[in-house]
């Protein structure tokens, strides 16, 4: 008898037969299909503007579907009709986590673009897929032909299909405020606005966006109790500086992973209950508010590398160096991944906070030149989407 999956492969291939696969349609998923953000999002709005594509944002939740047509733009539910059938049309689907951002069932046959989700500092050979390991037909982007070799072997793509170019979200360190709104939710543009009134008012943003510790219930800050976080807002409030947080995707409920916990609600309950804490949900892209942020505070996430285009300080918070190195391990060595100053406990992290406050022109110019240099050897270029779509429209 013949499988189910070889009856549904067969079933495919006869509808495009009957409707072969159109250059000019682009299907644009992301984030396991539960969110309307990262490089997908950008790109898909670039293109829907500025190219002449059909181009069609797939979902798994209805109400981001209802987002994305009230901002003007074109988008089903996966697996409704019209989803099914723009998925099986389209000669391309364009993600940034998986196939199954948009769906592992119409892209069967199309061509694949990973945009990804950032520029991996830790080790992210276990997250890859053992069926997009073998799609001769998945491309990749990645931001520099000297490190597209750090994960080229994770996703086991052949050269060709490598495209070399800065990630679609990065457009918002290049363009004005007023071009950027077009990329910016409603969401987004409250807590756009509520920052800027700060700034208004001569207030300091910090980004603290740490990464992804692998159960979901990692502790805020590496703090145990509240009286170090009400130390730190003494010393936020006395500065009249914020800092601006935001939990890692899978640690939300919302993102359906088994990395979620209650804990992470917990903490977050917390943090709210300091005046100069502003945690942001579930929806909110960073790379939306990104751009407001006077320092940023991280670890081992990818958005140090994005920061390196505000040339502006960095803190490397990294309190459990040795056990993170070890597993799941990081690309690049941190004793030599000099750019910003380190800190491994929340004291250390206060004090320098501290030295900022005291002179912040001279903390940031400490490690000026190197966050230069590194910029320069991770980033070939400015394009966010040109060499992207030269791929896109040559591909037959």
């Not at 409704?80 to 049309?89: M, T």
């Not at 992210?124 to 998945?138: D, G």
């Not at 990329?183 to 943003?205: A, C, F, V």
């Amino acid at each position: 008898m013949i499988g189910v999956k070889h009856k549904i492969i067969r079933i495919i291939k006869f509808f495009i037969i009957m409707f072969p696969r159109s250059k000019n349609i682009w299907i644009f998923a992301g984030d396991r299909g539960l969110r309307f953000a990262d490089n997908s999002r950008y790109m898909f709005i670039y293109s829907s503007r500025y190219t002449d594509k059909k181009c069609v944002w797939l979902s798994h939740n209805k109400n981001i579907v209802k987002e994305i047509r009230e901002m003007g733009y074109t988008a089903y539910l996966a697996k409704e009709p019209f989803g099914v059938y723009y998925g099986l049309r389209a000669k391309w689907h364009i993600f940034d986590v998986s196939i199954s951002d948009s769906s592992s069932f119409s892209s069967i046959g199309a061509y694949w673009l990973n945009l990804w989700h950032g520029i991996p500092i830790k080790n992210i050979s276990n997250m890859i897929k053992p069926l997009e390991k073998i799609n001769k037909k998945y491309f990749l982007n990645y931001v520099n032909k000297e490190f597209q070799y750090t994960i080229f072997n994770s996703f086991n793509i052949v050269k060709e299909n490598m495209i070399v170019a800065n990630q679609p979200r990065n457009i918002v360190f290049y363009i004005s405020a007023r071009e950027k709104e077009i990329y910016e939710t409603n969401d987004e543009k409250k807590i756009l606005e509520k920052l800027r009134s700060i700034k208004r008012q001569k207030g300091k943003i910090l980004g603290y966006f740490p990464t992804w510790r692998g159960q979901g219930n990692e502790k805020f800050m590496n703090i145990d109790d509240s009286q170090k976080l009400k130390e730190m807002n003494k010393i936020l409030e006395k500065n009249n500086t914020y800092i601006l947080t935001k939990r890692h995707t899978c640690s939300f409920k919302e993102y359906n992973h088994s990395g979620y916990s209650k804990q992470s609600e917990k903490n977050e309950e917390t943090i709210d209950s300091m005046s100069n804490f502003i945690t942001m949900e579930f929806n909110i892209d960073l790379n939306s508010v990104i751009t407001e942020c006077d320092m940023l505070i991280s670890d081992y996430s990818g958005v140090i590398i994005d920061y390196l285009l505000m040339d502006k300080p960095i803190i490397l918070y990294v309190y459990d160096i040795e056990i993170y190195q070890k597993d799941p391990g990081l690309y690049y060595d941190y004793n030599k991944f000099q750019f910003g100053h380190q800190v491994f406990s929340m004291d250390e992290l206060i004090q320098t906070l501290k030295v900022y406050f005291k002179n912040e022109t001279l903390f940031s110019d400490e490690f000026s030149q190197d966050r230069h240099i590194l910029k320069k050897k991770f980033f070939d270029n400015d394009e966010c989407f040109t060499p992207i779509l030269k791929v896109l429209d040559q591909v037959h």
